[in-house]
């Protein structure tokens, strides 16, 4: 998307947190993200975000060799806040989403998720 | 550069007048990470789609960044609020500019 601050390879999972909160401080709460206990093969593992009031939602892979996975942003007509994908999963690992809710404030929510085959090829 | 990429989208024929609505799609495309080797080693460089974006007569519905971690054939299923007969456009942009795009049509009834 033009306009961010282009990713370096090198960005942790926690600075690309304090990147998209700004350094606020993230709560818990008006948000969910569901994704599988055990996934067989890394290379596709279904997740799904949703929250109430959430007007971007950042979906990370914490112990990917880049965390990035996808930001979701809603639109008007978007009937709700929630989405889901299929992600590729290095390892086995914490699967991170944080989201900016309409009031500007951040709630983030976790997941562990068990790799049986890893999904980055190395 | 990348070939045969093909999208694929399913939006109902109708809805009511302000129904919310599911909307599932996927574009086939192998989302080369820019993580793996070649046989010889050699790092096969990065080539993934980067965006995808849903608009319902010019209204944004959802616009998603995509990084490497999103498996092959993205897949995205979400949620549109449909307020009128008119026509959803979706839009896929490619690491080397290359731009999908498909569009579905709904009417009210």
Known sequence: ?122 | MASGVKPRVKVPKSAAAGEAITIKTLISHKMESGQRKDSDGNIIPRSIINRFTCDFNGENVVDVELAPAISTNPYFEFEALVPEAGEFKFTWYDDDGSVYETSKKIAIG
């Open chain 1, 1 to 122: 998307v033009a306009g961010l601050p282009k990713i370096g390879a090198a960005a942790t999972g926690d600075d690309l947190i304090a990147e998209f909160t700004g350094g606020a401080e993230v709560g818990e709460g008006d948000l969910k993200l569901v994704a599988p206990e055990i996934a067989e093969n890394g290379n596709t593992v279904p997740i799904e975000v949703s929250s109430g009031s959430a007007a971007e939602i950042l979906v990370l892979a914490m112990g990917n060799p880049t965390p990035s996975v996808a930001t979701f942003k809603f639109g008007k007509l978007a009937a709700s806040r929630a989405a889901s994908t299929r992600i590729r999963l290095a390892g086995t690992q914490d699967v991170v989403a944080i989201a900016k809710l309409e009031d500007g404030s951040f709630v983030k929510a976790s997941s562990t998720v068990k790799v049986t085959i890893g999904g980055c090829g190395g």
